[in-house]
């Protein structure tokens, strides 16, 4: 029987225009102009869709800052609860005294003052924090080099967000305007400059670029050092694995992963064997960490008044990890079509977000370039960002409840518990339009054309060699001869609702 990827139509010139596919986008654009007609003329600007994009996204991180000024200008130092209130707090100011980075000391191999003994980041975030300390002049007050040391990491993350837009532009070559979705975000916007995930996420942007392009190395090099600077973009490597399974494609799925265990090497070795107790720090850290903001685990404390060991938290929500990852395994392997990579790779993720035991606001940030290439649909986007940005707010307030004494500005655990359940629940609901599409490829905005799998390199287009249930069984329909037409998975008219 013929395999249904055989069938596939080439359609790799034309570009798709979001205006006539998307309502919400359509609407979007009577700012500019309207949507795009029939007889408009595309290609006579310099300004290519991705340049487009990338100044978006440039322009959306500016007004992100622009937001953190009350904090930038005094919040930060004058008093706990008003950079709450303001909502513009930032770990980078705090770090730089608190990490020993305004005394010159060297991460991981320096002990600090305080309960934190050494540095409680990956080695190359470390090195990113290590660089814009050195970057950051020596003379003045401390309030002065904070406020500096937060301008210099702001500039370097500005290029994250850069490259994080363009990748994500690059990866689908004919929807480039899908990555307006993460330029225009407003959750990428309010929490890019919290922390140093901008560089994790860059990183792992450039390798779905990479892996698209059939480029597996460059793909494993890239997720290595993704890892090396945050913990989750190793967990791409799963759902990879069960597509390369699917369609008998090893020897890429193993230059992938030889690239990335050797550059989480080249990166961690030197550290790991110059100062042991300082590299080992961030995987202690992190196992021993008690149920912290964001998390459905802190709902269940709060609610019932007793806490939970976090030997039992960690064993807990592991193992619904690793559920979660059964069903998606399961998933890819039984699914009609084989699902594309970037959707399994925002379930995995999002997994990871929801059964962990914390939920820090910019770890939104780990989500948004995969849930642009997962489900580039405006509507379900912009309803999952709602919930995430009603996060956002609720985090900054319940602090600022907690840090107001008597007073008690701010919103109470009750209120923090509404917020959570917003973000979890926003969550959930864009990985259930991820599964019904999976499902239901049909309903797939990206593949309503004919096409397969952009992001999925040498998996577009490639012939299933292994897949289990109704899958490993097709329906007659989806068989052609080898003399009649083709058979076009998708369809070319109006997005499905």
């Known amino acids: 029987m013929a395999s249904p990827e055989k069938t596939m139509p080439q359609h790799d010139e034309a570009r798709v225009s979001p205006t006539r596919r998307d309502e919400i986008a359509a609407a979007g654009s009577e700012l500019i102009g ?16 991705v340049k487009v994009v990338a100044l978006v996204a440039i322009g959306m991180f500016a007004l992100g800052m622009v937001q953190k000024i009350p904090c930038y200008d005094w919040a930060w130092f004058r008093g706990t609860s008003s950079q709450y209130t303001h909502a513009c707090y930032s770990d980078i100011p705090h770090l730089f005294l608190g990490r020993g980075f305004s005394e010159g ?7 600090l003052d305080g309960d934190m003994e050494y540095l409680e980041y990956p080695v190359l975030t470390g090195l990113f924090m290590q660089v814009a300390a050195w970057l950051t002049p020596s003379g003045g007050s401390i309030q002065h080099r904070e406020q500096i040391y937060w301008m210099v990491n702001a500039g370097m993350l500005m290029i994250c967000a850069a490259i994080i837009a363009v990748c994500v532009a690059r990866t689908h070559r004919r929807r480039p305007w899908d990555g307006l979705l993460v330029a225009l975000a407003p959750a990428f916007a309010l929490t890019a400059t919290i922390n140093w995930d901008l560089l994790a996420v860059a990183l792992t942007a450039a390798a779905m670029l990479m892996w698209s392009r059939g480029r597996a190395l460059a793909f494993g090099i890239l997720i290595g050092l993704a890892t090396a600077a945050k913990l989750y973009p190793v967990l791409l490597l799963g759902p990879l694995l069960v597509l390369c399974w699917r369609a008998g494609r090893y020897r890429e799925y193993g230059t992938a992963l030889l690239g990335a265990a050797g550059a989480w090497l080249v990166v961690n070795l030197p550290v790991m064997l110059a100062a042991p107790e300082g590299w080992k720090k961030f995987y202690t850290f992190s196992q021993e960490r008690q149920v912290d903001f964001g998390s459905f685990w802190l709902i269940i404390t709060q609610r019932t008044g007793e806490s939970i060991e976090v030997d039992t938290v960690n064993t807990y929500a592991t193992a619904l990890m690793l559920l979660a990852c059964a069903g998606i395994a399961g998933l890819a392997l039984t699914a009609p079509r084989r699902p594309r990579f970037a959707q399994l790779a925002f379930l995995v993720v999002a997994a990871f977000v929801l059964t962990n035991k914390v939920y820090s606001p910019q770890y939104v940030l780990w989500l948004i370039p995969l ?47 509404l917020a959570i359940a917003l973000h979890l629940l926003g969550t959930l609901y864009l990985c259930a339009v991820v599964v019904r599409d999976v499902l239901m490829p049909e309903r797939d905005v990206v593949r309503q054309d004919g096409s397969d799998d952009p992001s999925g390199g040498v998996l577009d287009r490639a012939t299933d060699v292994f897949v289990l249930g109704q899958a490993a069984h097709p329906p007659r329909h989806a068989a052609h001869a080898v003399e009649g037409p083709r058979v076009e998975w998708g369809r070319t008219g109006p997005a499905a609702r």
């Open 34 to 49: 309207g949507p795009l007609g029939r007889w408009a003329r595309v290609g006579g600007s310099r300004l290519t869709p």
């Open 105 to 111: 000391l060297v991460p991981y191999f320096d002990r």
């Open 371 to 417: 849930a642009a290439l997962a489900r580039p649909r405006w509507r379900d986007f912009l309803i999952w960002q709602a919930c995430e940005v009603m996060y956002f707010l609720g985090i900054w307030m319940y602090l600022a409840y907690t840090t107001s004494g008597d007073k008690h500005q701010g919103l109470p655990p009750e209120g923090y518990q």
